[in-house]
Every structure is written in C-alpha cells, then in structure tokens.
C-alpha cells in the first residue's frame, strides 16, 4: 500500500516533466491531451501504476511501476529525436529532484512526525528507484528514447517494443536486475538523506 500511494504521488511530477519539456521544446500534443498538469488522475496508469507495483513489490527485491505515458510527437521537437530523448530525461531527472525534496521533508518531520519522517524517507529511496527503472532501454521505459536518439534503426526499436512489456516482466523475475537497482537507490537514498540531514 506504501509503494503504491507513493508511486502515484512519484510518477505525477515524473510524467508532468515530460509534457513541460515537451511544450518547452515546441510539442503542445502533451497540452492537448491534458497531460500539462500536476493532477494524480491525469497520469495514472491503472495496470503500471496500481495493480504490478502491488503484485512485484510483495517480492522485496524492487518492483515493476510506470505512469500513462506522455505522448510527444518528435517531428515537432526542437531537435527531432534528439529533442525526444531530452523529453525523456526529463521524468528521471524529476524524480531525482523531488528525492533530495523528500529527503528535506524527512529531515524536517523526524523530530515531530516520525511515522510521516519514515514515509518520506522511503520515498526518497523509490524515487530513485523509479528514476534508475525508467533507465532501462526497453520501450515503453524512457531509456528507450536513447536509442532512438542514438538512430537506431526504426524497425529494429518497435520490434522491440512488440515484446516491450514482456521482455521487462521476465527480466525483473527471473534476473536480480530488480535487486541490483533497489541496492543502487538505496545507497542513493542514504546519501541524499545524510546530506540534508
């Protein structure tokens, strides 16, 4: 239930960050869509947000989460399918961002809330877990977007995005890949919290 509420309340400023970056950088899709905007319900994914971080996080060893996508149009970015992987960074970075903002706010609740101190501390850890996770180049994941930036072939990225979904599932089951990246972001997440403590 923990990670749950909080990837909702991670993936909202994550997903937000893709359609500012894209305005900025001259796409109004994202506009258009209703995506430019700070509300939980705009960006959630009801199978990526809610039901696989309830079902993979009951195994410890990280969990599979993402928002509704942003839809960008790269014909329209400024710098084309480089502009697309600027668009894509954007959600990552955001996370990293808001873990030292939870790690402010952990800091200023331990004395008097610390249930609440513990929450926000768990959420620095997951923010940057979900900014590690979204690295991984499979689509639909943002790290997928360097590929394309690095003009992979196009036939080649969307048969790999065919078995996207699945080739991410397996590999967070049957690899420690989620271990391997829970272990980075809590090493992460203890040194954003000893740096604002």
Not at 19 to 34: Q, S
Not at 57 to 71: A, D, E, M, R, Y
Not at 85 to 97: D, M
Not at 120 to 133: E, P, T
Request: glycine letters at 10%; zero cysteines; a neutral charge.
């Amino acid at each position: 239930v923990v990670n749950v509420s909080l990837l909702w309340l991670l993936t909202t400023p994550h997903e937000y960050a893709h359609a500012w970056m894209a305005i900025r950088l001259g796409d109004d899709t994202p506009k258009l869509e209703g995506r430019n905007t700070l509300n939980p319900l705009a960006h959630v994914d009801w199978i990526g947000t809610v039901a696989l971080p309830a079902v993979t996080s009951l195994f410890g060893g990280g969990f599979i989460g993402w928002g509704k996508p942003v839809n960008t149009n790269p014909y329209r970015l400024r710098w084309g399918l480089t502009g697309l992987a600027v668009v894509a960074l954007a959600g990552p970075a955001s996370n990293v961002v808001f873990a030292f903002i939870l790690g402010a706010a952990a800091t200023v609740t331990a004395g008097v809330a610390p249930l609440l101190a513990e929450f926000f501390a768990h959420g620095v850890y997951l923010s940057l877990y979900l900014a590690i996770f979204n690295m991984i180049p499979v689509p639909p994941l943002d790290g997928s977007k360097l590929l394309l930036a690095a003009r992979i072939p196009a036939v080649v990225y969307h048969e790999i995005a065919r078995f996207g979904f699945l080739l991410i599932i397996v590999a967070m089951f049957t690899t420690n890949a989620g271990y391997v990246m829970s272990d980075w972001a809590m090493a992460g997440a203890r040194g954003i919290l000893a740096l604002v403590s």
